[in-house]
């Protein structure tokens, strides 16, 4: 491991300690945390929990919380590969789940879908930013939509996958690599593709 890269491990490392003194995050002391776990709380509100991750649980990935109502909850013996979570809303995963590396998972649209609501997003970012450093300072989070992303326990999400606000996968599903989901899956079933659709189910 290189100067620069032990540098940045200290340096998350006493970020993630400062997040659980503060009480927004509860870390499992029997999960093992890879090099690149980190947490970003962009607007911390006092009391409020942003990151739960429980027992047994191998975790690594990149967890974004925009505003100060986001939640992410990951339960027991979970695999977490290099994966981006980015959360306004909630996102809850279950127990035995294992998720592959580079998978996104985004409950909300970040913009929204009409231009007349969206058309002063990149300067209101310019203008935070040179005042403030702060990209979604000013952001006007009343026009984008969100809803809750629900992994039941069990399931199996392949490598490269994006899951999308509102989307609850069914108890011991499979998703396939490269595929985006963008509605509910059923329990026991594997779907892959773009957007996902039904291949098979998995039940023994």
């Not at 979970?78 to 580079?102: E, L, N, P, R, Y």
């Not at 509102?166 to 011991?172: A, K, P, Q, Y």
């Not at 996902?196 to 023994?204: D, S, V, Y």
């Amino acid at each position: 491991m290189s100067l620069i890269a032990k540098i940045k491990r200290i340096r998350n490392q006493k970020r993630l300690i400062t997040l659980e003194e503060q009480g927004l995050i509860k870390l499992s002391k029997e999960s093992y945390y890879c090099d690149g776990f980190r947490v970003e709380v962009r607007h911390p509100e006092k009391g409020h929990l942003y990151l739960q991750i429980g027992n047994d649980s191998i975790v690594d990935g990149h967890y974004i919380f925009e505003k100060d109502s986001g939640n992410i909850k990951i339960g027991n013996r979970v695999h977490i590969g290099g994966c981006m979570f980015i959360s306004i809303s909630s996102i809850t995963i279950g127990d035995d789940v294992t998720i592959a590396w580079d998978c996104t998972f985004y409950d909300h649209n970040s913009h929204s879908i009409f231009w007349s609501e969206r058309k002063s997003d990149t300067l209101q970012e310019l203008e935070d930013l040179r005042k403030s450093g702060d990209l979604i300072k000013n952001k006007n989070w009343n026009v984008v939509k969100t809803a809750p992303i629900i992994i039941q326990d069990k399931v199996w999400i392949g490598i490269g996958c994006k899951i999308l606000k509102g989307v609850t996968i069914g108890e011991g599903a499979v998703i396939a690599a490269g595929s985006v989901v963008t509605q509910d899956i059923p329990a026991w079933s594997v779907y892959g593709g773009n957007p996902a659709t039904f291949i098979k189910m998995c039940k023994e």
